[in-house]
Nanobody, 119 residues
Framework: QVQLVESGGGLVQAGGSLRLSCAASGSIASIGVMGWYRQAPGKQRELVAT?????NYADSVRGRFTISRDNAKNTMYLQMNTLEPEDTAVYYC???????????????WGQGTQVTVSS
């Protein structure tokens, strides 16, 4: 079994910062692409940032958010600065994980962590 567990969400005022973490655990041989997605009430889940061979950001967060990884700890982070009320959403961690060196990559998702930005 593989688990992704997010942490670091919460309530913050506009202009503030939060740092999300996503820790992968279980039977893991290697991790490929990792990323953050978010879903606001009444909206579809959208990509925030990904980290693989390169890093990519949604236009709405580029310059404010920074994705990073600690591969030794199988952990990913999202540093969110200059937060805006429009950033309010449930943030989900995503990873492509191979459980053994011979197995195919599978998609894994965390349970989500709430980020609320007040104006």
């Amino acid at each position: 079994q593989v688990q992704l567990v997010e942490s670091g969400g919460g309530l913050v005022q506009a202009g503030g910062s939060l740092r999300l973490s996503c820790a992968a655990s279980g039977s893991i041989a290697s991790i490929g692409v990792m990323g953050w997605y978010r879903q606001a009430p009444g909206k579809q889940r959208e990509l925030v940032a990904t980290s693989g061979i390169s890093t990519n950001y949604a236009d709405s967060v580029r310059g404010r958010f920074t994705i990073s990884r600690d591969n030794a700890k199988n952990t990913m982070y999202l540093q969110m600065n200059t937060l805006e009320p429009e950033d309010t959403a449930v943030y989900y961690c995503y990873a492509r994980i191979r459980r053994t060196v011979l197995s195919a990559f599978i998609d894994a998702w965390g349970q989500g962590t709430q980020v609320t930005v007040s104006s």
